[in-house]
């Protein structure tokens, strides 16, 4: 993917010749510099290297033009990307993909001194804002770059000018026609260390959404010498397009084919492979393979880890494939009784106001692996992921990496387009939402104590309160393999098991699909929010149980949620679930008595039995997870021999 010049480009010190180009004499011969802030002299400038920290974006094509420019912004986006102005033309980049999140770089790279770099043909004036808590800015610097130099450098922020600034923002005003080759947050402070890339991606016969990514990569590495080797670990058929199995045959591609052992399975493969390559990376940026990706925040993600006081992990944020200015998740926090919570969940990008979200630099549990760069010494110090299948793999990894002083950073910008959770209604996830969340409690006494036999008992009355009665069964199965341990939930492999759930699955009734011609006039309930709804009580549980026993099917569905259910406002009616964000695609939900009854004993028993025995099924568990996260059980998790 090209920058705003039609080049790729990559955080390193700046070449030879730009260097020269930036630290020219910036005096009044080449610009009228509005405020106080200094500019280094010739001879400091030429003692300092500059280092992109980084670049300001181009819209990449097909995304959402707000996310890169502000409203007021009139810009010609010419060939491979390049920004044209006409007189009087602005660019505003308080955007999520170009504004500059301070606190971060602050908070975790202790940067103390910011510059701009500008390349441009062509006179421009260029303002930065300071973003301040509660909303409030104030214009820092206002300074020109003249028509007549290629490349000006100008520092607009040290801590003695704005402190308390968050955020930093450029507005650009072209004073003639002009075009931009580069605009970049740059500091003079090298970095703390060397970031070489591997990528490691995990696919199973996704190759329409596989492949762009896989050719946006390619393009970076010719430009991104930091980027050795991306890890292809496929878990589906063999690579059926001609031009991805052609792209797949280059030196920057490593294709590991084994059998489907889930994303677990697949990053864990990923990791081993970088471990032991001969590039010898640093870091290993996970991805998934159902993501749209502008692959130039790759190099703003190695910037911050490159610069980072000590070893980070750089987390991406996953933004609605559906609705794609909508946020889904900016980083992972677990809640009470062990619920994950999406952090920044419904957020409009384009708002205003929204950036505010990420005016401090927040302490995280975890990054979801759909864009998250490790480095590889954290990797070898904490071992390889438990073997738990997906689901929740990147949930324990990274309390792990948290507990051994490897924290998280979610640094905005680094947002991948994803399919969004909202609409995904696979009642099999559940078991491993359930049992891999009891696993990581039991690993991990300290942060909180482990749910409790009511919790788990509501986790499965939620499921059959809204008539999702495979969630219902799936939770259920996910408990007796908890309590069976080790032993009973992972023998003899993740593949082997999860056929065995998809076999248990078979048997109940899966909801028929509808195709909804109107859905103005019926009712749409708000979806469940687990961090926001009020737990559901005894009382209203039995109120529910009582509706649903005895209550009559009506004629005519007049109820549509779109998004999770919640049990209070279905009221044990049955209601069609959409599958897409229209409402036009849905399933049929409907409450099915005898069905409920069965589930609803073996509800009560295994929340009773999980309630007497659950300590001791966490004690075998923390016993046994050392020797399964080991690099033998991996290896005959792979069919690897070992010596």
């Given amino acids: 993917m090209a920058d705003a010049s039609g080049e790729l480009y990559h955080p390193m010190l700046l070449d030879p010749d730009d260097q020269a180009d930036l630290l020219r004499d910036t005096g009044s011969a080449r610009g009228t510099f509005a405020d106080p802030l200094a500019t280094p002299t010739p001879s400091t400038a030429r003692r300092a290297g500059l280092h992109r920290l980084q670049v300001l974006l181009s819209p990449m094509p097909g995304a959402p033009n707000e996310l890169y420019l502000g409203p007021s912004s009139r810009v010609r986006l010419g060939r491979r990307g390049s920004l044209h102005l006409s007189p009087g033309g602005r660019l505003e980049g308080d955007t999520f993909f170009n504004a500059f999140f301070l606190d971060f770089w602050r908070a975790r790279a202790g940067i103390r001194r910011v510059g701009i770099t500008c390349r441009a043909n062509g006179a421009l004036r260029l303002r930065l804002v300071g973003h301040f808590p509660g909303g409030r800015t104030r214009r820092l610097a206002v300074w020109d770059h003249p028509g007549d130099v290629?490349?000006?450098?100008?520092?607009?922020?040290?801590?003695?000018?704005?402190?308390?600034?968050?955020?930093?923002?450029?507005?650009?005003?072209?004073?003639?026609?002009?075009?931009?080759?580069?605009?970049?947050?740059?500091?003079?402070?090298?970095?703390?260390?060397?970031?070489?890339?591997?990528?490691?991606?995990?696919?199973?016969?996704?190759?329409?959404?596989?492949e762009p990514t896989a050719r946006a990569l390619a393009d970076l590495a010719t430009v991104m010498p930091d980027l050795l080797r991306v890890h292809v670990v496929n878990h589906g058929p063999a690579f059926r397009g001609e031009g991805l199995r052609t792209l797949l045959d280059r030196p920057l591609f490593h294709v590991v084919e084994q059998p489907n052992l889930g994303g677990c399975g697949g990053f864990a493969r990923a990791m081993v492979e970088a471990m032991e390559?001969?590039?010898?990376?640093?870091?290993?940026?996970?991805?998934?393979?159902?993501?749209?990706?502008?692959?130039?925040?790759?190099?703003?993600?190695?910037?911050?880890?490159?610069?980072?006081?000590?070893?980070?992990?750089?987390?991406?944020?996953?933004?609605?494939?559906?609705?794609?200015?909508?946020?889904?998740?900016?980083?992972?926090?677990?809640?009470?009784?062990?619920?994950?919570?999406?952090?920044?969940?419904?957020?409009?990008?384009?708002?205003?106001?929204?950036?505010?979200?990420?005016?401090?630099?927040?302490?995280?549990?975890?990054?979801?692996?759909?864009?998250?760069?490790?480095?590889?010494?954290?990797?070898?110090a904490c071992g390889l992921p438990t073997p738990i299948f997906l689901r929740g793999d990147d949930i324990e990894y990274g309390l792990r990496l948290r507990a051994s002083g490897v924290p998280t950073v979610p640094l905005p910008g680094l947002g991948v387009w994803h399919a969004s959770v909202r609409y995904k209604h696979v009642g099999m996830v559940q078991y491993y939402d359930l049992r891999n969340g009891l696993i990581t409690a039991a690993s991990h006494p300290s942060l909180a104590p482990p749910p409790g036999a009511l919790q788990v008992l509501g986790w499965a009355m939620h499921h059959l309160l809204v008539h999702r009665y495979r969630a219902?069964?799936?939770?259920?199965?996910?408990?007796?393999?908890?309590?069976?341990?080790?032993?009973?939930?992972l023998r003899p492999n993740g593949a082997a098991r999860h056929r065995r759930l998809v076999e248990a699955m078979k048997v109940l009734p899966m909801p028929d699909r509808r195709q909804v011609p109107e859905v103005a006039g019926m009712r749409q309930p708000?979806?469940?929010?687990?961090?926001?709804?009020?737990?559901?009580?005894?009382?209203?549980?039995?109120?529910?149980?009582?509706?649903?026993?005895?209550?009559?099917?009506?004629?005519?569905?007049?109820?549509?949620?779109?998004?999770?259910?919640?049990?209070?406002?279905?009221?044990?009616?049955?209601?069609?679930?959409?599958?897409?964000?229209?409402?036009?695609?849905?399933?049929?939900?409907?409450?099915?008595?005898?069905?409920?009854?069965?589930?609803?004993?073996?509800?009560?028993w295994l929340s009773l039995r999980y309630g007497?025995?659950?300590?001791?099924?966490?004690?075998?568990?923390?016993?046994?997870?050392?020797?399964?996260?080991?690099?033998?059980?991996?290896a005959r998790e792979f069919g690897q021999a070992r010596d």
């Fill in 150 to 210: 290629e490349v000006s450098l100008r520092w607009i922020w040290d801590e003695a000018m704005a402190a308390d600034a968050v955020r930093l923002s450029l507005s650009v005003e072209a004073l003639s026609e002009a075009r931009i080759a580069e605009i970049a947050f740059v500091s003079d402070r090298p970095p703390a260390r060397e970031v070489r890339l591997a990528v490691g991606i995990v696919t199973h016969d996704r190759e329409a959404l596989f």
């Fill in 277 to 380: 390559a001969p590039e010898a990376p640093t870091h290993l940026l996970l991805m998934d393979d159902d993501i749209l990706l502008d692959p130039r925040i790759i190099a703003r993600a190695a910037a911050f880890a490159a610069h980072a006081a000590a070893d980070v992990v750089v987390g991406g944020q996953a933004i609605e494939l559906e609705c794609p200015a909508r946020l889904q998740e900016a980083w992972g926090r677990l809640g009470e009784n062990w619920l994950p919570r999406m952090e920044g969940s419904h957020l409009d990008l384009a708002a205003p106001g929204a950036l505010q979200f990420w005016d401090r630099c927040p302490d995280v549990h975890y990054n979801g692996w759909w864009f998250s760069l490790i480095p590889l010494r954290a990797i070898r």
């Fill in 472 to 489: 219902a069964a799936a939770s259920l199965m996910a408990v007796a393999d908890f309590l069976g341990g080790p032993d009973v939930a």
């Fill in 526 to 604: 708000a979806a469940y929010d687990v961090a926001a709804s009020r737990p559901l009580t005894v009382t209203s549980a039995a109120l529910l149980t009582l509706r649903i026993l005895i209550g009559l099917r009506p004629r005519q569905i007049t109820t549509l949620q779109i998004g999770a259910p919640d049990p209070l406002a279905i009221g044990g009616a049955p209601y069609l679930l959409a599958l897409e964000p229209q409402g036009r695609r849905c399933l049929v939900m409907l409450p099915r008595k005898g069905l409920f009854l069965r589930l609803l004993a073996r509800a009560l």
């Fill in 612 to 634: 007497l025995t659950r300590q001791k099924a966490a004690m075998r568990w923390r016993d046994r997870l050392p020797a399964l996260r080991d690099r033998a059980h991996w």
